[in-house]
């Protein structure tokens, strides 16, 4: 079939939140919803996991309707059910108790067998601080990137 096709990403989890471990979930989807997934049509922007009655659901990822689905098409914002082990989920219902952390999607990609999977962080979300911090750290980084190619240019000179 060949590589992983990454559909959907989000961007804002990585800057919201201080992902602290990620794993990987499979998604029960209807017919119209894989061939949405296919075609590019999903986003995760506004998605987060819950788990719930001991099973792990995605809330507010939206698939757009397939466009020859007729009544058989699909809600483009429906809870979907998520494919994790038992035991995976014992431990992140531990986790997001215990220690506060939060279950956010991060990326949607169809695999080589192609299957459509969710690479799911478990986050802690940051305060305002950090974020600037973050931003600070990497815009210290660029500028002494930058300085350390200029010397690198005034020697070949």
């Not at 296919?38 to 309707?65: C, F, M």
């Not at 059910?81 to 990609?109: C, F, N, S």
Request: net charge positive; charged share 35%.
């Amino acid at each position: 079939m060949g590589e992983e096709k990454t559909v959907a990403q989000n961007r804002k989890a990585r800057h919201e939140y201080s992902i602290e471990d990620s794993f990987e979930a499979g998604i029960v989807l209807t017919g119209t919803e894989i061939k949405s997934i296919r075609a590019g049509k999903a986003t995760l922007s506004d998605a987060y996991a819950r788990i719930e009655r001991g099973e792990v659901w995605l809330i507010g990822a939206n698939i757009a309707p397939w466009d020859t689905g007729n009544r058989y098409n699909h809600e483009a914002k429906r809870q979907r059910k998520l494919l994790v082990h038992k035991d995976q989920i014992l431990g992140l219902l531990t986790k997001t108790k215990a220690k506060g952390l939060t279950l956010v999607p991060l990326k949607m990609y169809i695999n080589q067998r192609g299957r459509c999977k969710l690479e799911i962080g478990l986050g802690r979300g940051k305060q305002l601080h950090d974020r600037r911090r973050d931003i600070s750290d990497r815009d210290q980084k660029r500028e002494m990137d930058r300085q350390m190619a200029d010397l690198g240019r005034s020697r070949d000179r």
